[in-house]
């Protein structure tokens, strides 16, 4: 279990999440094989409330299944601890209650938007399902929901389809459609990634204004480090289907200890040709999830690999007060 840090509040305890998914190429069908992917693999988690924890990763490593797990949307092993209970073991009823304070942004507002719903349609459908509310209460709470996302004046957009409106505006109307239940935990996967470097920055501000407003906790799924570092309170490094290292921001960021973190860090642009700046280019491509390397996972890639990582699984271990990393190198590279 990881610690929390900064004296908040745990929302949600993740206990050694796996998600398995069966793969099945056309090769495999002929030879009647089938293949076990490792999407995530015994992840530990501590969301802390009012926080953002960014998930950081190469494409594949498993940070949005470790989003849609922690949520439900996939099936899973090991514990999501929301108040003390497992959420695997809540009623029906109570799951019901749950799915209003944990809410998704999902990254693309060109495939989670329904075309043929209107954006009144696709606001109010969250309210259709939680609560019996009048035809003008509905009203009254989409329009409030898209005027908070920026979306003025609201009764211009109530009626148009998602083809009409530009991919910033679809994406205020997913914000919309997941705030409008009031949640307090919203997994953002990859939510700017879609967008216009100008449109990111509205999109990131509006994200922030909205965690001091209605005291949200998210966990931020990126690829973009640079990004992560700038907007989040703690940093966790992912790599086929593993956490290698996890801690303040500031920390992971100016003094990371894995050899995978420090690759990512070393590739962050700097705007001053007049700094030094080696960059640590990493060889090969990660592997295959169906095929997970011995030892430590990333050894294959690592510059700094010996006999040691080939044989045995780094665990994670404290580098000091709430930042972990593992690696057998802890303490040697400086």
């Given at each position: ?333 400086q």
């Open positions: 279990m990881l610690p929390a840090t900064g004296g908040r509040m745990t929302f949600l305890d993740v206990q050694n999440l796996s998600v398995s998914f069966s793969s099945q190429g056309f090769i495999d069908m002929l030879l009647k094989r089938q293949k076990t992917v490792s999407a995530v693999d015994g992840i530990n988690l501590l969301i802390q409330k009012g926080e953002i924890l960014c998930l950081v990763g190469e494409s594949g490593c498993g940070k949005t299944t470790c989003g849609k797990a922690i949520l439900g949307l996939v099936e899973y092993d090991g514990s999501v601890i929301r108040e003390g209970k497992n959420i695997a073991t809540f009623t029906k009823k109570e799951k019901k209650v749950l799915r209003t304070k944990m809410q998704i942004i999902f990254q693309d507002p060109y495939e989670s938007l329904n075309p043929k719903h209107t954006i009144f349609d696709i606001v109010a459908e969250p309210l259709e399902i939680h609560y019996d509310l009048s035809e003008k209460e509905k009203e009254e709470k989409v329009i409030d929901a898209l005027e908070d996302v920026g979306l003025r004046p609201a009764s211009e957009f109530l009626y148009r389809y998602p083809h009409e409106l530009s991919g910033g505006q679809r994406q205020r109307v997913v914000i919309a459609g997941a705030l409008i239940l009031d949640p307090e935990f919203i997994v953002a996967d990859e939510p700017v990634s879609m967008l216009d470097v100008s449109i990111r920055a509205e999109i990131l501000k509006l994200m922030l204004e909205f965690r001091g407003k209605k005291n949200l906790t998210y966990l931020f799924i990126t690829h973009d480090l640079s990004l992560a570092w700038v907007i989040s309170d703690r940093i966790a490094i992912m790599y086929l289907g593993k956490i290698l290292e996890i801690g303040p921001s500031e920390r992971v960021i100016k003094n990371p200890k894995n050899p995978y973190t420090k690759a990512l860090i070393s590739v962050i642009p700097i705007p001053d040709p007049h700094v030094a700046h080696e960059k640590i280019l990493l060889r090969g491509e990660p592997p295959d999830p169906s095929h997970i390397p011995s030892g430590c996972r990333f050894h294959p890639r690592c510059p700094f690999a010996f006999d040691r990582c080939r044989e045995e699984e780094p665990l994670l271990q404290d580098v000091e007060e709430g930042h972990l990393a593992a690696c057998h190198l802890i303490g040697a590279i």
